[in-house]
């Protein structure tokens, strides 16, 4: 079932500045949402290097973040530390440098992973959401505000944030569940905000072979007739993105339907199950569950796969009330 999650990970950011003299006159609290904006922005714009520890669940991983912006362009490279996939970012470019030595190309400027939080805070909050803010906070010995953004509902999970006061750059982020517990957290140990870097440090290394998911053109495919249809979803949650991929050494396509309320978000996998081979299940690491059940549609068999970071009676929910149909 991981092997339909798609799920790539983790852009980068976070950065440090010195912290106000206490002479200083205190900084009025700024509003939540230009806060926001100002965090994505400076994410974006600055340049700086160091560590930071990634926990999900009970897993923890220690990653080397490089990030610069040079003649305009950004780039970022990630590093699992304990040998896990690389990831390097040139402008919209994002590409995925797995443990064997292959590469997988993705387009498109979307971020992924625990960090991708801070562009889509950036935008307007959903209605399901409200942000409250909780004054003043130290992380890593520095002054930082601390926010939390609460869920209006059970059916998606919160965050708390810890924002560096004067750099606007973010020095803590967790995933919450309804009940308050950290689900998954993300915190920089180390950072530099003066490295010395060049594009010659964000190369992608020779790669054996490249590997992606293949388009499917869904008009000239049988399954590309395929339509799911939600007879519930969350409030505020609308179809996003759907297509039909070929993945690697697959015998027939996976479709692909996605759903977001703007911030929180899942995706349902669709694949033939021939001759009933696939297996149902359900697994969960940190704040991401994958659930998987069998359908029976006019053209037989299909396992279905919910891959997101909503809870588990959510995408129960959800996969109960789903019908395939072919046009």
Known sequence: MARRALLQALACVITLAQVPAQAAEPASEPSAQQLLQDMAQATRDRNFSGRLVYMRGNDMSTLEVLHARINGREYERLTHLDGQAELIRHGDQLVCVHP???????????????????????????????????????????????????????????????????????????????????????????????????????????????????????????????????????????????????????????????????????????????????????SAVGPTVALARKFTGEQGGWLVTLVGEVPAETAERVLAALTIQSQ
């Open 100 to 282: 064997d030595n292959t590469i997988t190309r993705l387009g498109g400027r979307a971020g992924v992973g625990p960090l991708a939080i801070q562009e889509q805070l950036a935008r307007t909050l959903p209605q399901q959401y409200q942000i409250l803010m909780q004054g003043r906070s130290r992380v890593a010995g520095r002054s930082a505000w601390e926010m939390h953004v609460i869920p209006g509902d059970a059916h998606r999970h919160g965050y708390r944030l810890w924002i560096d006061e004067e750099s606007k750059l973010m020095l803590r982020s967790e995933l919450v569940s309804v009940t308050g517990e950290a689900l998954e957290r993300v915190e920089f140990i180390t950072l530099d905000l003066s490295p010395q870097l060049a594009v010659e440090d964000f190369e992608v290394p020779p790669a054996v072979a490249e590997q992606a998911l293949e388009a499917v053109d869904a008009s000239v495919h049988p399954q590309g007739r395929l339509q799911l249809q939600a007879d519930w979803l969350p409030d505020g949650f609308v179809a996003v993105a759907g297509d039909l991929r070929m993945a690697s050494g697959g015998k027939a396509p996976v479709t692909a339907q996605a759903y977001s309320d703007g911030l929180a978000s899942f995706t349902v996998f669709v694949e033939r199950d021939i001759d009933g081979a696939l297996d149902e299940g359900m």
